[in-house]
């Protein structure tokens, strides 16, 4: 299946909801920084929450998403926007612990519980928007229900999922946000959080074959889907870009580090690229400034 969103809509107008599917990307990203299981389900599920918030903006418009909470993966960060792309990051990407007291991954271990959710969205105003909230679980989709509760004032439910299989290949990855808005009964609502409680882990029904909207219709009935789009893991780092960043470091500390090293090599903390300036090339940029 391949890595796509979809934005819709359910009971008259009155329930917002999105899914995605991440898989390849959840499976790009953690083959490019070597990371444990644990810590690419953790990564993963909070890039497809990205996704998805993502989703809710328009233009131009992006977010990022920073999340510390103390346990030995340290930050998680991602960037997302609303074309669809998404690219990401943990501090430590090899941190790992035994299965939790269920058998699974133990992502609420490796995130931690102490700490928080930052959200800073760029809306094309003065200043961004931004809201935080400190983290109740670590297992994150229990997190981002009570960020959009408490810091975005809607009432949500979040499913976010990473398999891993043995090899460390993702398997399936994705997530889902109900959004219930004003003018629900209670009986609605109450239908929803049955629904909710019996419904499978995202990651499962992935894995079944489920398409998203099949998904979303295992949660809340008459699903009707604006829209549907391609999501993926973009970078914006350059060779140009990394050159640019030597250039402000200025010709002072540009001398020292030819003179120590003899070449500079910076990688992206998205993306693991890696790039190498020579001396050839640091003698080309001083003689620049």
Known sequence: MRDYLIRATAMGGKVRAFAVCSTGIVDEISKRHQMTPTTTAALG???????????MLKGEEKLTIMIKGGGPIGQIVVDANAKG???????????????????????????????YISVV??????????????????????????????S???????????????????????????????GLKEDEISLIEQLLSKVEPVSALLEQGLD??????????????????DVYFRCQCSRERVEQTLISLGRDELEQI????????????????????????????????
């Open 85 to 115: 792309e998404v690219r990401g990051y943990v501090a430590n990407p090899q941190a790992d612990l035994p299965l939790n007291a269920v058998g699974k991954l133990d992502v609420a271990g490796v995130v931690g519980t102490e700490g």
């Open 45 to 55: 599920r909070t890039m497809s929450a990205g996704l998805m918030m993502g989703a």
């Open 121 to 150: 969205k760029d809306l094309g105003l003065k200043k961004p928007y931004s809201g935080s909230v400190p983290l109740i679980s670590g297992e994150l989709a229990e997190d981002f229900t009570y960020y959009f509760a408490t």
């Open 152 to 182: 975005e004032q809607t009432p949500s439910a979040v499913g976010l999922g990473v398999l891993v299989g043995v090899d460390y290949a993702v398997t399936s990855a994705g997530g889902f946000v109900i959004q219930l808005l004003p």
């Open 212 to 229: 998203l909207e099949q998904i979303l219709q295992r949660i809340v009935p008459d699903v009707e889907v604006l829209e549907e789009m």
């Open 258 to 289: 030819l003179e120590e090293d003899g070449k500079s090599e910076v990688v992206c903390h998205f993306c693991n690229e890696h790039y190498t300036f020579d001396e050839e090339d640091l003698k080309s940029i001083i003689n620049q400034l």
